[in-house]
């Protein structure tokens, strides 16, 4: 795999976790969930929702589970409401996304339909610092970028 290759994987593992941070932004956009009725203990045998948010006792959402661009999105938010942990299945693939707390992506972990595998660590500038990246015929790769300041 050429470096022009791999720039460009990394750029597409770095670009498809990006709409998937937008598509739980878009699950987030939600109202406050109502009040249940005191005492109701129903126990339903299917829920069909578009989207759902699960919310902590201080009333603040911490999961949600819906569907983007008819792809289904789940993420874990932090207690001020943040995605931290984004999971989704896109058109190429499923992925993973970890956020440090001002949203910015610090791990990126693809597994495309075509075999290809990608694992990105970002720093804290937003910066690809590392990666690894297993072609469909099995060859790895593993690079690692010494960042310099003012660069």
Aim: contains cysteine.
């Amino acid at each position: 795999m050429t470096t022009k290759s791999r720039v460009l994987l990394l750029a597409g593992c770095l670009l498809s976790s990006m709409v998937g941070g937008a598509a739980i932004s878009f699950l987030l956009r939600h109202e406050r969930p109502a009040q249940a009725a005191s005492g109701s203990q129903e126990v339903q045998e299917l829920l069909k929702a578009k989207k759902v948010a699960i919310y902590d006792e201080q009333g603040r959402p911490r999961a949600a589970l819906g569907m983007s661009d008819d792809q289904p999105m789940i993420a874990m938010m932090d207690a001020d409401g943040k995605p931290r942990i984004s999971l989704g299945i896109g058109s190429k693939g499923p992925g993973i996304s970890i956020t440090d707390p001002n949203r910015r992506e610090v791990l990126v972990l693809t597994a495309k339909d075509d075999g290809v595998l990608g694992l990105v660590l970002v720093n804290k500038d937003g910066k690809a610092v590392g990666a690894l990246m297993i072609e469909k015929d099995g060859k790895s790769y593993l690079q690692v970028t010494k960042v310099i300041e003012g660069r």
